[in-house]
């Protein structure tokens, strides 16, 4: 062959090999921008859920109003209000609260929440609920029983079991339900949330080619599916023993502190939601110590496991903080903040290794 038609078909090959990696890498960037992970797995062809709306046709007129509807539980400032006793973002932050979409744990929640500047709830954000596949799972059948059946497959079941029993509301319209399902869909996981490799990233851009083989599309939508859990899991646990509290552990106050804070003083501040007040005050802190050693209603240790039931003629409740939301470890960090609280002395870390 000639050394100059060597040179052409290396040239060819060349700018050839440019051009595909420059389009690979103009889709990524493409991709990482703009589009949620539903839409992009209705690209590559998965069967899509009964609340899927693809991102080019929400309305954003419905998403304000379905914000509106979860923030404040009007939909507008005509609407009939949902609850008289509570709206979605009392039990649910509306952010991303996990710094791995994959795990649910406790611990690295609550330093993401505090840094993200939300809230330490009981109940599991709402944002990318959408990306889930089932709902009120694990041992939420024990409290609602068959209610929890047929919230378990559809998002718009949940809703309206949360609308109807968890926020002792009324059910929602069918263009309340509307405005829900456009805002939720609004906050659904970006590729962006997911942290996927670069070699992961030029795999998923080949498989949204326009000749990209089947098999690539199922690889495709396997490594997407990896990134995030698609089910929230819910495990109820026992109000610690007596004899095994403040026992073989080093508590952290400050963890404490901000549970408090972003957790207990939500709802129990003045013009919260119940109508058992909590405070900075010492005198608060002594009557949650003293408490603390009984399996008493006011017990700190009881009532984050066991929660309470609504009440004809008092309707708000408080609902139990499952192993996923809130650890063991951290009811001692919790206690033991307003344990020194409640003596007046400077908050003090001890060292050493947790036995949990």
Not at 126 to 153: A, I, T
Not at 205 to 230: C, F, V, W
Not at 254 to 274: A, P, Q
Request: glycine content about 6%; proline content about 3%; some cysteine.
């Amino acid at each position: 062959m000639k050394l100059k038609t060597k040179i052409v078909l290396i040239s060819f090959f060349f700018v050839t090999g440019c051009f595909v990696l420059t389009s690979f890498v103009n889709n990524i960037k493409k991709i990482e921008s703009a589009e949620k992970v539903s839409d992009i797995l209705y690209k590559l062809g998965d069967k899509m859920s009964l609340h899927f709306i693809a991102s080019n046709k929400l309305d954003s007129n419905k998403v304000n109003s379905g914000y509106n509807l979860v923030t404040t539980g009007f939909m507008s400032p005509n609407s009939k209000r949902q609850s008289k006793h509570f709206v979605c973002t009392n039990c649910h932050n509306i952010g991303r609260e996990d710094p791995d979409l994959t795990q649910s744990n406790p611990e690295d929640r609550l330093t993401y929440v505090a840094e993200k500047g939300l809230n330490f709830l009981p109940g599991t954000t709402l944002f990318g609920q959408v990306n889930k596949k089932q709902w009120y799972n694990g041992d939420y059948y024990k409290k609602y029983g068959d209610l929890v059946v047929s919230s378990r497959d559809t998002l718009e079941n949940a809703i309206q079991l949360c609308a109807t029993v968890c926020s002792q509301g009324r059910v929602l319209d069918e263009k309340e339900m509307d405005a829900v399902m456009h805002y939720f869909n609004s906050i659904g996981y970006t590729l962006k949330d997911l942290n996927l490799t670069e070699l992961e990233k030029t795999y998923l851009s080949k498989s949204l080619s326009s000749n990209a083989l089947d098999e690539d599309k199922k690889g495709a939508m396997k490594i997407i599916k990896s990134k995030y859990l698609d089910y929230s899991p819910a495990t109820f646990m026992e109000p610690m023993a007596l004899d095994k509290r403040r026992k073989s552990i080093y508590p952290n106050p400050f963890n404490g502190k901000k549970i408090y804070e972003l957790s207990c003083l939500t709802c129990h501040k003045e013009g919260g939601v119940t109508n058992y007040k909590l405070s900075n005050e010492k005198l608060t802190f002594k009557h949650l110590d003293y408490w603390s050693n009984t399996h008493k209603v006011f017990s700190v240790y009881d009532i984050t496991r066991k929660g309470t039931y609504s009440k004809n003629g008092y309707k708000p409740y408080m609902p139990n903080y499952t192993k996923e939301r809130m650890s063991n470890r951290q009811l001692e960090d919790l206690m033991e903040f307003i344990r020194q609280k409640s003596e007046g002395i400077k908050l003090r870390q001890f060292v050493g290794t947790p036995s949990f």
